[in-house]
């Protein structure tokens, strides 16, 4: 669900084709018939954005026929905890959970915790909702204050207010007549999925879910994995061989730069970036990770001090917190999106690094991307090719309508040519979290450069610019430690994967593992996760020992984190008492004679502890993990059913409609997420939902996602003639009945609208989309890939022109793939009339910067428009 | 060397007729399309591999399809077809959905449209850029109230070459530029073509073609170079599915024998193998297929034959014929006296 | 003997004295065709890699010859990819061999209309100079109630799915010394 | 040609479906015809790949058909001039050994400019293939070719070199030479045939049995047309013989190729192909009456009716050179051929009586 993944991840697909081989059934969920599904058994159409209703429909399918695998669900879930008198549920409050301020459009969690835990004091208010989830809590790590003790439980799983009941009460209307009302699924097609999904899980078979960003780009993102993983965990598939959830990423190494962040709001390793709140290391560790939790969070005051040391070296003493105040504190949504609303309004960002990346056409909104790059006062672009996120002062489409003129456009830019993959050494990180070291194969041409060189030079002139300042703000800089070693002029990615890893410094050798980390700065790592990639002052990524060579877990190929373990929370893969669940899906176990763990794979859990292990009292941290606590990142020991912290949005998966949905969601008077981001906004127009009325102007479901041929934004690919010439053309996929509906002919001209701009296209008049029938009435989905810019070998308009900007308030990731649309034959209005032409839309559907930000649509009090601060109410 | 087979029918052993003594088996190739994704990485590594050209960046709107065709400058070609027709015993998802009738039909006649009128009838395609065009009249019915369809399937299969054990390119070649080499595969060398063109009509399959730019004549290798190193040829390498299989033809046969025995299995009746029968018209191909629907479908012949095969009797009619012309010519003179 | 040799040239005279009478085969074979070996054969190193596309992780190797890459493709040692490859993996050689690279530092100064050439070092530079210019100007060393913020707001980053771990390091650990916070790559895209 | 909807038809799960993938119609599918008029009636439904041709058309151009026309007429010529040598007929034996060996040297041209790599041309004298005819024909033309020229060159050589010993001996060797020639000439008019038959190309395959007759009638026709062109009357009688059973052969083969009840014969009795053709019988129907009537007599007459037949047999080339191209433009000459065998061998297999093929093949 929600992946394309014989297009998207063809070779990664070899193994779904060979399971399939060997008699595994297939089953595609997705808005449009794909290449995934033309290989698959089964093709479910089901209307974008209506994942959870259907999930939800399928946890409903497993209650109410007792079809979980219980043992499993006993032991390693939450499902047997009580939750808090407080807690009200969606189904109590018409689609909101307790604790809900309408004005500030925010939850505050606290009514949401177990029972015998006193949560923490609410944290309502609107500052909650600005920040990214993992800033507080890292990745697995949300706090359950007091998760090391005793949390009362109901092991028969009867109790009205046990997590399995709550679960079975919230899911208990998401019928299969609602999800067919809902989501356009049949009702038989709906049921053989259950069948399908239930049957093949269990002690004997487990059934394996995979996602993409069909599932993480909506307002409600987070959530739909959470939807998926409820299902997954009810059904005993999760740290089980052929189990799990697979998110398929997308680029070769969005993991690695997810786990070494290059992102606002962390750290690496999943370390919270420190905040505002944070006056001090020990405030910090307090919150990440508070005294009495379990699990390996527990340690967290290791991995953040070796973090500390590894960034500033000598400086960083004990009395000095480690230099934990030389890092800026983060207050709010500094995102990108945010970030690029204030270079929009000016005089708040001046300074643009686009490093591999092409928002002027790869970005959600990108008329908006390009407006603010032409309001800064630079922009270094690197980059292998000329793209458009470094022409836009001279050919972005608003040249043409003449927002940017190029004589007044005063942002300076900089291209520098960067080195290609095999230009460089270094590592990737792929997406089932392996790190594969590339060597240098040639060197880079011309002027091209890595991005190691050119940080760690740009690095290396700064403070040499800077020496001798006195300046407090200069004083990280000057304190960083910068000094890896460099071969000619070139930083050796090597020692820099090795200071990642980790550096014991009282004998200089290089750590084997994060176990390893001392809180007393005797330890420097630059990720505590990586710790081990280079164990035995080996680069362990290197490895390439060939497949024939090893057993099935291909455990000395590459590095997988942590700690080399391929299969996340493998513990499970064994029954409380340590025994593989079945035969046939051994995956670890543990070895009584031996008195260790062990199995096909590494075991995901301390190697010695036996399954009848019970913490002594007081023990917190990994030391309070039980010999059946299977979770060893969670809090409590278990996998989270209902999450009790940790998410802005509830604590269960809730069905609402997208920000934009052609349809009222039918479970609820509450319409969309009600704590979604919206930026009311001028120059970010939403298309009208129900309750809003003039919907019917932008009467059909769009969404947009990639095709094998081409490469995201299209840098790699739109500039290849191997691969240009096999999709050479933007399309727009539309359904027969769609065509016929406006008038659309194959291969003709047609342009789609949205209150943000029109695009054109050639047009694919296509069995492979289907119109559904929502809730009686029918439903046009219509499809576009997003590779295309103005420059390359093939050229078309930009897509993400078409989307604004809503996000999923846990993770700030935009809806990008669900907006509605209209769509009309022949071509769009070029230069100004454009911009006529879509303000009349937004003149017929009658809307304004307000429309859309009344998020809140239960209960008596909508609360406010969700505006942006600014010059209010006028029509870009 | 030569034998009763040699320009038909079958013959077990195609490199040994070529008079290479101690050649390593027959290889080939076997395409099963069941498995095929249309990822068309076979098409790009054969391009990588060979230094092939780019032959067009023309919008098809043959489905997923923007080659079109094998051709000079298209070693491998993946075909998309989209079918209001179940395969074995998918659901493809529509049943009870809002549907009309299908389009599939009127895609094809859209573009067979555009091909009517575009160079050498779109069979440019392949070789350099051809233009289909816009749609130039209304479409037959495009919104006809007929049943609401519920069925569906999406084809693809990866075409190249099928290197006959009777390749009508090979045998009318003038030059030797085309010959059998010594893994039974039939081969163009560069060094030798003079572009006479002739093996362009001579191949039934409509694969190889001549370069306008450059005047030779250009098809798969079965990457000759990298068989001669010991290595796989690049599309088979980089098939994410294994879809395109290659090796030794005896064990591509017996595998596309259980292949089809596995799918009729499993209720895809609409398999068959195509160019696997060392009887048919050109003694069985070197790359075989397994296909889901009738060859043509897929632009192939139904059922191609070597022209070589009636080379015999073509020779004896133009023997009477230039018997019948001397013949004439002598009794012009000797009939009729001196007038 | 020099006829000798001019004739065992001659396929003709191949057919009449070989194996192949009928010259559709080894008669045929050109001298080059009989000499002809990969050109990953010639290689003088191959180098283990990894496709910079998406995130499956395959293995590629890249083989190297005088200073050029000559070709990539598939490693079929990996546990990921038995050595296959997508059109985008497969099409890696054109990526980094082709015409469409950029090889030389441009520059477009303020309110200019053509790019102009700009010399690497100078650049660097002059990058130095705009980035401690964008981190005074977007400074704060405190919020509204006196908390500590020590941050810039005047540079933001956009980039590193792409990039190596070791890289995407360094720019995380500058650009927190700097104290610049809008650090961002697609994993929010 | 009527084809019943549902023959074509495949079994299994492809029962009741309306797919068909191409349409063919009864006329205007030649490309050169411009307009973009809409198909009518719909002759046979099959199915095929978006329309898209499953043959590559060949890559020849009008040069390979103008080769045809002069390689036969060069042939044609040359018997004339070996049996007005042998007779006594000293105008008829020069131009038509000048013709002959012109109509070669045009000849030689044509082959090599239509190359794609013409500086190659010599490659063709790499190997002696028995399974190409162009091989054959190289070879053919390689015998045919000296003796030809040779004998040429002895009839216009210039006085003075005449009497010099080359020249005696030239002279000398003429006749053998211009025999020789005459003697390969019918295998040069007729190998062409062959050379189009053996293709893939569906018109040019499927005529195999009518094309060498055609070929060398319209050999022998041209020749004799250019007889009756350049000798005088009196001269001409056998040029005027060999002209008349030249277009006999000519028109009656080509004839019985559009009557063949196969599709094939479609493409020769439609578009451009067909108008070439029916203006080439015109003009060699005319030209032939003419020589056995008027052009005894009359010397205009007589050059008129040779050029009619020249023109005759050069348009009857590019004719059936069209129609080839034709073939392989429309995907329902390989497709429904090929799927009506295909039907006639299952049934055949099954013990039932197929829908028969007229031709019998």
């Known amino acids: 669900m929600g992946s394309n993944m014989a297009e998207a991840h063809p070779v990664g697909f070899q193994w779904v084709m060979e399971a399939k081989a060997r008699g595994a059934r297939v089953i595609h969920i997705d808005p449009r018939f794909t290449r995934t599904s033309a290989l698959a058994d089964q093709h479910v159409t089901l209307r974008a954005g209506t994942d959870i209703a259907f999930l939800g429909g399928v946890i409903h399918h497993i209650l109410s026929h007792d079809l979980d695998f219980r043992e499993y669900v006993r032991a390693y879930t939450n499902a047997s905890f009580l939750l808090s008198e407080d807690f009200r549920d969606t189904e109590d409050l018409d689609g909101l959970f307790s604790g809900y301020d309408p004005h500030t459009a925010s939850y505050d969690s606290s009514s949401w915790a177990y029972e015998s835990v006193q949560q923490e004091e609410g944290r309502p208010g609107d500052r909650e909702k600005e920040h990214s989830a993992p800033f507080k809590h890292g990745a697995s790590g949300p706090a359950v204050a007091g998760g090391a003790g005793e949390i009362a439980c109901d092991p028969d799983l009867e109790h009205p207010r046990c997590v399995f009941q709550v679960l079975k009460r919230h899911f208990s209307r998401y019928t299969p007549e609602m999800v067919e009302r809902i989501c356009g699924v049949p009702q038989e097609a709906f049921l053989e999925v259950c069948r399908a999904w239930t049957a093949n899980s269990g002690r004997e078979r487990t059934t394996a879910l995979v996602y993409s960003v069909g599932w993480t780009q909506h307002s409600v993102g987070a959530q739909y994995i959470r939807a998926g993983a409820i299902v997954q965990l009810l059904l005993g598939n999760i740290g089980r061989p052929g189990g799990g959830i697979y998110a398929l990423r997308g680029h070769a190494s969005i993991q690695g730069s997810t786990d070494i962040p290059t992102l606002y709001n962390l750290l690496p390793g999943y370390l919270p970036m420190p905040d505002v709140t944070h006056d001090g290391l020990a405030a910090y560790l307090e919150s990440v990770a508070p005294r009495h939790e379990k699990g390996f969070w527990g340690h967290a005051d290791a991995y953040t001090v070796s973090l500390l040391k590894e960034y500033w070296g000598e400086a960083a003493t004990a009395e000095n917190d480690y230099c934990f105040d030389h890092m800026p504190r983060i207050n709010g949504d500094h995102g990108t999106y945010r970030t690029v609303m204030d270079m929009v309004e000016g005089d708040k960002v001046f300074g643009y690094f686009v490093l591999g990346q092409n928002p002027a056409v790869g970005s959600a909104h990108g008329r908006l991307q390009r407006l603010g790059m032409a309001n800064l006062d630079w922009v270094v672009v690197r980059d292998l090719t000329m793209i458009e996120s470094a022409t836009f002062w001279k050919d972005a489409p608003e040249i043409e309508t003449g927002e940017i003129v190029t004589e007044r456009c005063r942002t300076e830019v900089f291209f520098f040519p960067a080195a290609s993959h095999v230009e460089k050494s270094g590592t990737f990180t792929q997406t089932q979290r392996m790190l594969q070291w590339r060597d240098q194969a040639v060197e880079p041409p011309g002027d091209a450069r890595s991005e190691l060189w050119f940080f760690y030079h740009l690095g290396r002139k700064l403070k040499e610019r800077l020496a001798g300042s006195t300046d407090e703000r200069d004083r990280p800089l000057l304190d960083l430690a910068w000094d890896y070693r460099v071969e000619g002029d070139e930083p050796d990615a090597a020692d820099v994967l090795r200071r990642i890893n980790g550096v014991d410094l009282t004998t200089g050798r290089a750590v084997d593992g994060y176990t390893e980390l001392k809180a007393d700065g005797s330890t420097a790592c630059g990720c505590w996760i990586y710790s081990g990639v280079y164990a035995d002052e080996v680069n362990q990524a290197r490895r390439r020992k060939p497949r024939f060579e090893q057993g099935p877990y291909d455990a000395e190929w590459g590095w997988t984190w942590p700690l080399n373990r391929r299969v996340l929370y493998n513990r499970a893969s064994a029954d409380p008492e340590g025994r593989p669940w079945s035969e046939r899906k051994a995956l670890v176990w543990w070895d009584e004679d031996k008195g260790e763990w062990t199995g096909h794979d590494i075991p995901d859990f301390e190697k010695d502890k036996p399954p009848s292990y019970r913490p002594p009292e007081g023990a917190s941290g990994p030391e309070g993990l039980r010999g059946d606590d299977a979770f060893i990142m969670m809090s409590d020991g278990k996998a989270w059913l209902f999450a009790p912290s940790g998410l802005l949005d509830g604590p269960l998966p809730t069905h609402y409609e997208p920000h934009e949905s052609p349809a009222r969601n039918l479970l609820y008077g509450q319409q969309g997420s009600p704590v979604r981001k919206v930026y009311g906004r001028a120059d970010n127009p939403s298309n009208p939902s129900p309750p809003e009325a003039h919907g019917e102007v932008f009467p059909y479901v769009f969404t947009a996602s990639r095709l094998t041929e081409h490469h995201t934004a299209g840098g790699m690919s739109r500039q290849l003639p191997y691969l240009s010439e096999l999709q050479p053309e933007l399309t727009v996929e539309v359904s027969p009945e769609l065509a016929a509906e406006r008038g659309l002919v194959h291969l003709d001209w047609a342009h789609v609208i949205t209150s943000r701009s029109a695009v054109d296209a050639r047009v694919l008049v296509t069995d492979r989309m289907a119109p559904l029938r929502v809730d009686g009435r029918t439903v046009h989905q219509v499809w576009m890939p997003y590779h295309w810019g103005h420059t390359g070998l093939v050229s078309g308009d930009v897509v993400n022109d078409l989307i604004g900007v809503v996000a999923d308030p846990n993770v700030l990731i935009q809806e990008s793939k669900v907006l509605t649309c209209d769509v009309r034959p022949g071509r769009r209005p070029r230069g100004p009339a454009l911009l006529e032409y879509v303000r009349e839309y937004r003149e017929r559907a009658g809307i304004t910067p307000r429309t859309g930000t009344r998020i809140a649509t239960a209960g008596d009090d909508p609360g406010p428009p969700h505006m942006e601060p600014g010059p209010p109410e006028e029509s870009p | ?339 | 003997m020099g006829v000798k040799r001019w004739l065992d040239a001659w396929p003709v005279y191949r057919q009449l004295t070989g194996t192949d009478p009928l010259g559709r085969g080894k008669a045929a074979q050109s001298a080059r065709s009989a000499a002809l070996t990969p050109r990953t054969d010639t290689a003088d190193r191959v180098a283990d890699s990894v496709c910079p596309f998406c995130a499956v992780g395959c293995a590629q190797r890249v083989y190297v010859k005088d200073e050029k890459v000559v070709q990539i493709e598939g490693n079929p040692d990996s546990p990921i990819s038995r050595g296959r490859l997508c059109p985008k993996g497969s099409a890696s050689k054109q990526l980094v061999t082709g015409p469409q690279r950029e090889h030389k530092v441009r520059y477009r100064p303020p309110y200019a209309t053509e790019w102009q050439d700009l010399d690497l070092d100078t650049a660097v530079d002059m990058v130095v100079d705009r980035v401690l210019d964008a981190r005074r100007k977007g400074w704060q060393d405190t919020d509204e109630s006196g908390r500590k913020l020590r941050r810039t707001m005047g540079i933001a980053s956009l980039g590193g799915a792409t990039l190596d771990n070791e890289e995407n390091y360094l720019i995380k650990k500058l650009f927190t010394a700097l104290g610049a916070l809008q650090v961002e790559n697609q994993a929010r895209i | 040609m009527s084809q019943d909807d549902g023959t074509l038809r495949e079994p299994r799960s492809d029962a009741g479906a309306t797919d068909f993938t191409a349409r063919v119609f009864a006329s205007g599918r030649g490309g050169d015809d411009g307009g973009r008029e809409r198909p009518v009636v719909p002759r046979a439904e099959f199915r095929s790949y978006y329309g898209r041709p499953v043959l590559k058309p060949p890559v020849w151009n009008w040069k390979i058909a103008a080769y045809l026309f002069t390689g036969g007429l060069s042939a044609g010529a040359a018997l004339l001039a070996a049996g007005a040598d042998l007779t006594g007929r000293p105008v008829l034996r020069r131009w038509s050994r000048t013709g002959s060996s012109a109509a070669l040297m045009a000849s030689m041209y044509l082959l090599v400019a239509d190359l794609g790599r013409p500086e190659r041309f010599h490659h063709m004298l790499r190997v002696a293939k028995p399974s190409s005819p162009m091989s054959v024909g190289t070879w053919i033309l390689v015998a045919y070719g000296p003796g030809n020229v040779l004998a040429a060159a002895a009839d216009v050589l210039p006085a003075r070199v005449r009497a010099t010993l080359p020249g005696r001996l030239l002279r000398l060797a003429a006749r053998p030479a211009g025999l020789a020639s005459a003697a390969l000439a019918p295998a040069v008019a007729s190998y062409t045939a062959v050379l189009l038959s053996q293709t893939a190309v569906p018109a040019w395959h499927d005529a195999h049995r009518h094309l060498p007759l055609l070929f060398t009638g319209s050999a022998a026709a041209s020749g004799g047309g250019l007889g009756m062109l350049v000798a005088p009357v009196a001269e001409a009688a056998p040029a005027r013989r060999l002209a008349a059973a030249g277009a006999a052969a000519e028109i009656l083969t080509a004839r019985a190729i559009d009557r063949r009840p196969t599709l094939e014969a479609g493409a020769y009795t439609t578009g451009r192909a067909h108008r070439l053709r029916r203006a080439s019988e015109y003009l060699t129907l005319g030209g032939a009456v003419a020589a056995v009537t008027l052009a005894r007599r009359s010397r205009p007459v007589a050059a008129a009716a040779g050029l009619a037949l020249l023109a005759g047999s050069a348009l009857q080339r590019f004719g059936v050179f069209e129609a080839g191209v034709a073939s392989t433009r429309d995907p329902a000459y390989v497709v429904v051929p090929q799927r009506e065998r295909l039907e006639r061998r299952k049934a055949a297999q099954d013990g039932h009586p197929g829908p028969a093929r007229p031709d019998g093949t």
């Open chain 2, 1 to 339: 060397m030569t034998n009763e087979h040699s320009l038909h029918g079958p013959l077990e052993d195609p490199a040994a007729d070529a008079g290479h003594v101690g050649h390593p088996p027959r290889v080939g190739f076997f395409t099963d399309t069941s498995v095929c994704i249309g990822c068309k990485a076979c098409e790009v590594a054969c391009k990588t591999w060979n230094d092939v050209p780019e032959d067009g960046l023309d919008l098809l709107g043959m489905s997923y399809d923007n080659t079109g065709m094998l051709g000079a400058s298209s070693w491998r070609h993946v075909a998309f077809v989209e079918q209001e027709r179940p395969l074995g015993r998918q659901d493809p998802g529509l049943a009870a959905l809002p549907t009309g009738p299908s389009v599939t039909g009127v895609q094809q006649d859209v573009v067979a449209e555009g091909m009517r009128h575009a160079e050498r009838g779109g069979a440019q395609l392949g070789t350099g850029p051809v233009d289909v065009g816009f749609p130039s009249f209304e479409l037959p019915g495009a919104s006809t109230g007929a049943e609401g369809r519920t069925d569906f399937r999406w084809l693809m299969s990866s075409d190249v070459c099928k290197h006959c054990t009777h390749a009508g390119c090979l045998d009318v070649c003038p030059t030797g530029a085309l010959f059998r080499t010594e893994f039974s595969t039939v081969v163009v060398q560069q060094d030798i073509c003079n572009g006479c063109g002739y093996c362009v009509s001579g191949c039934p399959y409509g694969v190889i073609d001549r370069r306008p730019d450059d005047g030779r004549a250009w098809k798969c290798t079965l990457c000759y170079d990298r068989l001669r190193g010991g290595l796989e040829p690049a599309c088979a390498k980089a098939c994410p599915t294994d879809s395109i299989q290659f090796g030794p033809l005896d064990e591509l046969r017996e595998r596309a024998d259980r292949r089809l025995e596995q799918l009729h299995g499993a209720g895809v009746a609409e398999a068959r193998l195509y160019g696997r029968d060392p009887e048919d018209g050109v003694g069985g191909d070197g790359a075989f297929f397994l296909l889901l629907d009738e060859p043509e479908v897929y632009g192939l012949p139904p059922d191609p034959v070597v022209p070589t095969r009636d080379l015999p009797r073509m020779w004896k009619y133009a023997g009477v014929a230039a018997s019948a012309l001397l013949a004439a010519a002598a009794a012009v003179f000797v009939g009729g006296g001196k007038r």
